[in-house]
């Protein structure tokens, strides 16, 4: 409850009023982390929740209401019931002989394939599953008392109570932010992916299957571990029925641990029992065309050379080294006509990675006012660089609906000083800023939507997005039912900020003419994009330039 009023007072704008029919909605989602509890058709909980939605918010919204919560006890009351009767389905084909099967194929198979299925039936379904892991020695009976734990743990009416108000938290924080979040501190790593990749720590593996037995590796695992490896322990640490996070948050490495290796157990075909590897993070390095890279570059022909095509997939907070060292590797030789930025798909990341990667760009320029609740307004300023690692040639940025957040600054402010011509379809319109804060109760750590922020020259981007010079019809944009800021529930408002450009730093430069010469191109929508660039008159760079002033 006292999250919940932290969360209301720091947001950047007043919350929506809650629609509590949702509310009950995104509660049985988090509550449920198994499809056992509350989300299965067979489950009691579900419906409870719809019914008693209205009392139970309240109880969120009124820290100081001296009843505490008795909703979430009598909820939690009947998920008991409900729990032990799960737990004895459980209990009963676990304790049933099962016939010769292969174990390998009992640990593989996905959890719950079927969110249809009844919840009863699943339990029966795992219980079977888990006594067809004998054969694979002592460790069957670590990953049945694990399973057994935590999806069938003997809890009181109160003790369930407060896992339904943690569910209930974690709705609400959703409902009244779409980009905010609260989590455990078991839990907290789901809420910093971008950190993550920015600091240089790495999963285990790219994609995972929740199994019976632990975590099987889908893609991209960490040597010597393998595809369809079953990884069944971490450090000691059985994986067999935690949640998807809980799961994420064992399964990191990080370099800069005194000790970051890991000991992982794992099933392999043709392995009879569990094996023991040792796991450590991979030395980084900085490769264009690495997979955990944020950028890749490549040459398109054009006029008498080439321009250099610079894709950015996401903004971690070191792009502005990776752009500089791209910038450099293009210019090694022969000078390009231009360089287009490529940021469709990108969904944005750190205000710290956009600010460094307009550095080359527009070196110390004042960049996006951003207003707190409180009315206090804060701006960033891009790097000051050494003129060698400045690019004063031609520049486009091309973006599409998937361009978000933090792209969206480094297009929006490319385009706010007329520096260079952004081209595509209107962006997602992400112009609101998250922080992290330890929440009040000591608990966990809330992500908040706490700043809004605006274009260097004022204009907004929440629900707004930026609108192309140059449109080009791609991606989705003739899709009426494109997802973009301004069709997600209770999305903030947009903010009209102050125009802080820098004036000395508005330099335009014209977009040299193709001259009839443009590609071939690998994505035909690059050819598109210069094709539509080059046909303009040289002289024209961006809107009017309109007016500028110093800050």
Not at 500 to 523: E, F, L
């Amino acid at each position: 409850m006292r999250i919940a009023a932290q969360a209301r007072t720091q947001l950047a704008q007043p919350p929506h009023p809650v629609d509590p029919i949702q509310f009950a909605t995104y509660t049985a989602d988090w509550l449920d982390p198994h499809g056992l509890w509350s989300a299965a058709p067979d489950s009691p909980i579900g419906s409870a929740l719809q019914q008693s939605a209205s009392l139970l918010l309240s109880s969120l919204q009124n820290p100081n209401d001296p009843r505490g919560c008795p909703t979430a006890v009598a909820l939690g009351s009947e998920l008991a019931r409900w729990v032990q009767n799960l737990r004895t389905v459980f209990d009963e084909n676990l304790r049933v002989p099962s016939t010769p099967s292969d174990p390998h194929r009992a640990a593989t198979s996905a959890l719950f394939e079927n969110d249809s299925t009844p919840a009863l039936g699943l339990a029966a379904e795992l219980g079977q599953r888990l006594a067809a892991l004998q054969p694979i020695g002592p460790f069957a009976s670590h990953i049945q008392n694990a399973i057994r734990i935590r999806m069938f743990p003997h809890l009181s009416a109160n003790d369930w109570g407060d896992v339904i108000l943690a569910a209930a938290l974690r709705a609400y924080i959703l409902v009244i932010d779409t980009h905010g979040a609260w989590a455990p501190f078991d839990e907290e790593t789901s809420l910093y992916e971008v950190e993550l990749e920015a600091s240089g720590r790495r999963h285990l593996w790219g994609n995972m299957t929740r199994t019976a037995a632990g975590i099987r590796i889908d893609a991209q695992p960490v040597a010597p571990l393998q595809i369809d490896d079953v990884v069944v322990a971490i450090d000691g640490i059985v994986t067999s029925g935690l949640s998807v996070e809980q799961a994420e948050q064992v399964g990191i490495l990080d370099p800069n641990d005194p000790n970051p290796i890991r000991l992982v157990s794992v099933l392999r075909e043709n392995r009879p029992f569990p094996t023991q590897l040792r796991v450590q993070p991979p030395t980084p390095s900085f490769v264009p065309n690495d997979a955990y890279s944020s950028i890749r570059i490549h040459k398109v022909p054009y006029r008498q050379g080439h321009v250099t095509v610079i894709a950015v997939f996401d903004v971690p907070d070191d792009l502005g080294d990776e752009l500089m060292s791209a910038l450099a590797q293009a210019r090694l030789e022969q000078e390009p006509e231009g360089i287009l930025l490529d940021l469709r798909g990108n969904g944005g990341g750190s205000i710290e990675g956009a600010k460094e990667a307009l550095g080359p760009f527009l070196s110390g320029a004042n960049l996006f006012p951003m207003r707190r609740r409180s009315g206090l307004i804060e701006f960033e300023q891009a790097p000051v660089l050494a003129p060698t690692d400045l690019w004063k040639g031609p520049v486009a940025v091309l973006v599409d609906a998937d361009t978000a957040s933090a792209a969206e600054m480094i297009a929006g402010a490319i385009d706010a000083y007329h520096r260079g011509i952004v081209i595509g379809s209107r962006t997602f319109g992400k112009g609101c800023v998250q922080e992290y804060l330890e929440d009040d109760t000591g608990m966990g750590v809330l992500r908040l939507s706490t700043l809004v922020y605006a274009l260097p020259n004022g204009q907004p981007v929440q629900r707004i997005g930026i609108r192309p010079v140059v449109a080009l019809d791609i991606d989705r944009d003739v899709d009426r039912d494109v997802e973009r800021e301004d069709t997600l529930p209770n999305a903030m408002a947009p903010w009209k900020g102050p125009d802080i450009r820098t004036a000395q730093r508005t330099r335009p430069v014209p977009w040299p003419t193709h001259d009839g010469k443009v590609g071939p191109c690998d994505d035909e929508v690059v050819c598109q994009g210069l094709r539509a660039l080059g046909a303009r008159p040289a002289s024209v760079v961006g809107r009017n330039p309109g007016r500028i002033r110093n800050r």
